[in-house]
């Protein structure tokens, strides 16, 4: 095998592909990736050999075709730190590797592609297609939600749900549930699957925040996602996923609109007192056509008002402030309703119009 190609694009290639390489291995050969040379194009292909593998492909000036396992992290540090010129790669006997870029000339030891596992073939469903900037918003506004805790696997994943002509995402973890929906261009099948929140993080972190389509196909097990020349193939979770339409209460007796940003920096302020206590408690109190937030703590305390417009009761509730704060950072829309039922029941968070979202955030029992 030698090829020549940028450094700026094998930089990059191999960064795409590191992003299914875990730290947690179970192979030493996966602590490498694969490298193709064949018909003027470079084939790159990174994974876990459990949730996430991904493939990239880049054009090179392929001089002998041939491939090899290369170690990721040394050579990916190498290739970052190298000029932006043309690179020569060159595999010599018992898998040896020559760089050459300018003046730099440097050896590395690579591995039998053999050894490397066999990537498996996915038949995937008729693909669905949404633009990348909206796939990677709904991701973001949703999978800080997803559960960390592996006692319940099912909900370290997000339930991507394909109904009506919509794509909806759900995930939750006990203590919040967020949901985010958009209107898909054309009408598909209805399907539901269990995609792990690992593998949608770094899915979005590949996503380009232009209108060009992300490609998505669903097939027994696994699911693709086709981002042109980059694919990534993600095991689905298997299991049934909690019932969230349960969860959430369709009626309310006080509900609240008011400015997103006032209430995110007005708790943001309120948590600086409230990281000192347990559960990083903020107390809301809705009266009339206000909403003041405050928070006591050894360190001081914080009171604060927000003009609000009110329909229904005044009511007395307190949060985790991070909680309430993940569903701010992430809420686009210059105001919201809050919808409450008690102080016991969970706070849902709206859109004044529409149904792009939904976030549900459980309250802090307050005795006393």
Request: with cysteine; proline share 4%; hydrophobic share 40%.
């Amino acid at each position: 095998m030698k090829f020549k190609c940028g450094q700026k694009n094998l930089s990059s290639a191999i960064s795409t592909i590191q992003r299914a390489i875990s730290s947690r291995i179970t192979l030493p050969i996966l602590e490498g990736f694969l490298i193709e040379a064949k018909e003027n194009m470079l084939r790159l292909v990174g994974t876990d050999l459990d949730l996430i593998t991904i493939q990239t492909y880049i054009p090179a000036e392929i001089i002998e075709e041939g491939s090899a396992v290369i170690p990721s992290r040394v050579f990916g540090d190498i290739i970052r730190k190298l000029p932006e010129a043309d690179i020569t790669l060159e595999l010599q006997e018992r898998f040896q590797i020559d760089i050459k870029c300018q003046n730099t000339f440097i050896t590395i030891q690579g591995l039998d592609p053999d050894e490397y596992p066999e990537i498996e073939q996915v038949e995937g469903s008729k693909p669905i297609q949404i633009q990348q900037d909206i796939f990677k918003s709904m991701i973001q506004q949703s999978i800080f939600a997803v559960a960390s805790d592996e006692t319940r696997p099912i909900l370290t994943g997000a339930l991507v749900e394909i109904q009506n002509g919509s794509i909806s995402m759900i995930c939750l973890d006990g203590y919040r549930l967020a949901l985010r929906k958009e209107i898909l261009p054309e009408v598909y099948d209805n399907i539901s699957m269990i995609v792990p929140g690992k593998a949608l993080n770094e899915i979005s972190r590949i996503l380009t925040d232009d209108e060009t389509n992300v490609t998505i196909s669903v097939g027994g097990k696994h699911i693709i996602f086709d981002i042109g020349h980059t694919k990534i193939i993600s095991r689905l979770l298997e299991g049934e996923f909690v019932n969230y339409k349960q969860i959430i209460p369709q009626e309310y007796k006080t509900r609240v609109k008011l400015d997103t940003l006032l209430l995110h920096q007005s708790i943001e302020r309120a948590s600086l007192m409230a990281q000192e206590l347990e559960n990083n408690l903020i107390k809301l109190n809705v009266q009339d056509d206000r909403l003041t937030i405050t928070s006591n703590s050894e360190i001081g305390k914080i009171y604060e008002e927000i003009p609000i417009v009110l329909e229904g009761k005044n009511i007395e509730i307190a949060f985790n402030a991070r909680y309430m704060l993940d569903v701010l950072k992430v809420t686009k829309d210059q105001e919201i309703c809050l919808d409450f039922t008690s102080n016991v029941s969970p706070c849902i968070i709206r859109p004044i119009e529409g149904e792009a979202f939904c976030y549900l955030v459980l309250p802090v029992r307050l005795y006393g």
